[in-house]
């Protein structure tokens, strides 16, 4: 059954049409996979989910989380759910972090903010997440700041500031784009395990078809606003039947799956 369910959702923008019509379905301990080309509408679609549409865009649709259709909740019900049930990663980390606040107090403020913490309980929940995102000595590290983290450790951080308020959905738009390649497959690896062990529904946003096939179990791979095929990974990236994905995977220097 899924968890998060967005359908027929449409964005439109100063007249242009960026959504047509798109139809996603997000289960728990699952990393659905949103591929596709520059300016397709990957980055939109999980915008259009929490609500961060720029200024003057139109919606239309439905995302239901549970009971709640998220395109009609009141703002501050909204902002409860973002942050809290539903998080999102970005491509830089170096731009989605504080530069000036340790990443202690980053994890933190965050979760008093949400979850009513108390300081001493923030920090020792903020340790154990730095341990479960894999950063080596979470004590020590919880007093640095982001410019002391290397760009892979950077982007676990951020990861740790987004499952602080134990999200059910996870939004990781680009998570491994602006990383060193040797570095990639640690940050993915370490996002197929917490999906498992967290029970996270995981959207991995990706213009690479090489990370989709890595950790992927559904594949959806969107076009002009829309998705044109979805499916399970094997099936879409070995035996796609739209053209365009064809096209998508014709243009990979190597095997993707
Ligand atoms: N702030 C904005 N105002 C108006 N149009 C925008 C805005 N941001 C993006 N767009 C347009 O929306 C469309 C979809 O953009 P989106 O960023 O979702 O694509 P994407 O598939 O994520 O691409 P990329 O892989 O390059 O990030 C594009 O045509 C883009 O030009």
């Known amino acids: 059954m899924s968890l998060l369910a967005i359908s027929d959702l449409k964005v439109s923008i100063g007249g242009k049409e960026i959504l047509r019509g798109v139809d996603l379905d ?16 990957k980055t939109m679609t999980g915008l259009a989910v929490l609500g961060l549409l720029p200024h003057g865009a139109r919606v239309s649709g439905r995302v239901t989380l549970g009971e709640r259709d998220l395109l009609t909740l009141p703002p ?31 994890i933190t403020e965050h979760m008093r903010h949400h979850l ?18 894999r950063i080596p000595a979470p004590e020590a590290a919880i ?24 999200p059910k959905v996870l939004i990781a738009d680009e998570p491994t784009t602006a990383l060193d ?20 529904a995981v959207l991995l946003v990706t213009h690479d078809l090489g990370v989709m ?17 979805t499916g399970p990974r094997g099936q879409v990236l070995r035996d796609p039947s739209h053209p365009y994905t064809r096209a998508l995977l014709e243009s990979l220097p190597g095997e993707t799956s």
Do not use: W
């Open 26 to 41: 997000l289960r728990s301990g699952r990393v659905h996979g949103l591929a596709g080309e520059s300016g397709s509408g």
């Open 76 to 106: 501050k019900e909204l902002n409860a759910v973002r942050g809290g049930e539903i998080a999102m990663i970005f491509q830089d980390p170096a731009t989605s972090l504080h530069p000036m606040l340790s990443v202690g107090r980053q």
């Open 116 to 133: 009513g913490l108390g300081r001493k309980q923030a920090r020792a929940r903020a340790v154990e997440l730095l341990g479960q995102v």
């Open 143 to 166: 007093d640095r700041y982001p410019h002391q983290f290397s760009g892979g450790m950077r982007q676990r951080v951020a990861i740790a500031i987004a499952l602080a308020c134990s």
């Open 181 to 200: 390649v040797t570095v990639q497959a640690g940050v993915l690896r370490l996002l197929r395990g917490l999906c498992d062990d967290l029970d996270l």
């Open 213 to 229: 096939s890595a950790v992927a179990d559904e594949v959806s791979v969107m076009r002009e606003g829309l998705v044109v095929e």
